[in-house]
């Protein structure tokens, strides 16, 4: 962390943005210890700990712990029958055979008019995530190259993939696309015992959301209790919460030293409070470690500072004060990385960037003068400052459940309407944060 506020102080953002990547990419590897058990090939239930890492794509192995983290042990599913996170996942180890037929537009099979569709299938040991069990079951995987399997099991029938299948064939000026929903035959046959669930079929997209409702009115059909398991949902993603808090902000300028005074002023640092609303927007299923992270706060700034004996390019001055009174409406845009997770609680370290723009920009130079002629008092407008400032952020903290504790640095280029006058903002935060 000190790396990236060193680097942020420096003279070039570009230092900044390597050293955030080298440090999340430092973290990334870290994962979560959950509670969890495993199935062993004998059917025992062994307790203990597993490397949650919020699995997008399916596992071809699992880190499980019996006795503490430091003594992880790897399983495959060739030897286990399944292992599962309390709360959360159920996996079962199965032999399936898999269409592996690519559903991506510039990877489809092409054929002749007049040739014989086929697909490419393989058969392999998988961890298979339960969505249902039941009468029908209902089992969902991923591969390696994003496409999603989904897999329906009847009472005692073999477990048999549901599939989707795309293809392109000679059109007669182009190639023409084929979308064939098989899914959708192998269903009706494989439900034709409940008649009410027919145009349920017909409108079942082939996704987990769809399928996973379908199969579940479809144990219903017989009897109120058919579904013995059905995964749990998952809470929304998507939340607002509130935030507020205190900082700390340092003015500067830097310039042609002929030209401009501001440079030479003495300016005292302003405390500042802000507060806002905030939302969170999941990236990806692994939401819980990677967020993308707004805000829309309500900040001050007032800042002043002291100059004798100044000799500018306007007016001599024996000694005069110079204030800022900002106002600000602020809209930050940050990545949220938890790079540890223990329990209810997350450590986590965030960067991004914010724009403010200024409902209020007042300034005002005071003091007194004794040019051409005896001393007199002066008060004037500094200059007319500008509305937007833009800024960089990175930030670290601590959430428990609904609560967050943040400590930020923000360094933005001020208010200076100047390209020879430099002006730059320093401020440190701690914030308070209430997720809903």
Excluded at 103 to 132: A, P
Excluded at 299 to 322: E, R, V
Excluded at 375 to 392: V, W
Aim: net charge positive; with cysteine.
């Amino acid at each position: 962390m000190n790396e990236i506020l060193c680097s942020f102080g420096g003279m070039k953002y570009g230092a900044v943005c390597l050293c955030i990547i080298l440090f999340q990419q430092m973290i990334y590897a870290q994962s979560t210890l959950s509670s969890g058990f495993i199935l062993t090939k004998s059917n025992d239930t062994l307790r203990g700990k597993i490397r949650d890492k919020d699995w997008d794509i399916s596992p071809n192995f699992i880190e499980f712990s019996n006795t503490d983290s430091s003594d992880l042990k790897r399983y495959t599913p060739d030897s286990i029958s399944g292992f599962g996170l309390d709360g959360k996942y159920l996996y079962t180890s199965k032999k399936v055979v898999m269409d592996i037929s690519s559903l991506s537009i510039d990877k489809l099979m092409f054929f002749n008019k007049n040739d014989t569709v086929k697909f490419r299938t393989v058969t392999k040991q998988v961890f298979l995530n339960i969505l249902v069990l039941g009468r029908m079951s209902l089992y969902f995987q991923k591969d390696e190259t994003g496409k999603e399997h989904f897999f329906v099991k009847k009472d005692t029938d073999t477990l048999t993939e549901i599939v989707l299948q795309k293809y392109l064939s000679t059109g007669l000026y182009s190639k023409e696309l084929h979308t064939v929903e098989r899914y959708k035959f192998q269903l009706r046959y494989l439900m034709s015992d409940c008649s009410q669930i027919a145009d349920v079929i017909t409108k079942a997209g082939y996704n987990e959301s769809d399928l996973t409702e379908l199969v579940i009115k479809y144990n219903k059909c017989f009897s109120s209790d058919q579904n013995t398991y059905i995964k749990p949902s998952e809470k929304s993603n998507y939340r607002i919460g509130i935030i507020a808090g205190i900082g700390s902000t340092n003015l500067s300028f830097s310039g042609l030293a002929d030209d401009y005074y501001l440079q030479e002023v003495l300016w005292k640092p302003s405390v500042m409070g802000t507060f806002g609303l905030s939302y969170t927007i999941p990236i990806q299923k692994s939401f819980q470690r990677h967020i993308f992270y707004t805000e829309l706060l309500f900040k001050t700034i007032n800042i002043s500072g002291t100059m004798d004996n100044l000799k500018s390019f306007k007016y001599p001055t024996n000694n005069a004060t110079y204030t800022f009174n900002l106002k600000y409406l602020k809209s930050d845009f940050m990545y949220r990385y938890a790079f540890i997770r223990t329990g209810k609680t997350d450590f986590f370290v965030n960067f991004g960037a914010s724009a403010s723009y200024a409902i209020q920009n007042e300034n005002r130079v005071v003091g007194t003068t004794n040019y051409k002629g005896p001393t007199h008092n002066i008060d004037t407008l500094i200059f007319s400052g500008r509305d937007l400032e833009i800024a960089l952020l990175v930030g670290a903290g601590v959430s428990l459940r609904h609560f967050s504790f943040e400590i930020r640095h923000e360094r933005g280029d001020g208010m200076s309407p100047f390209p020879e006058l430099i002006s730059s903002l320093k401020s440190y935060y701690c914030l308070l944060g209430y997720n809903f």
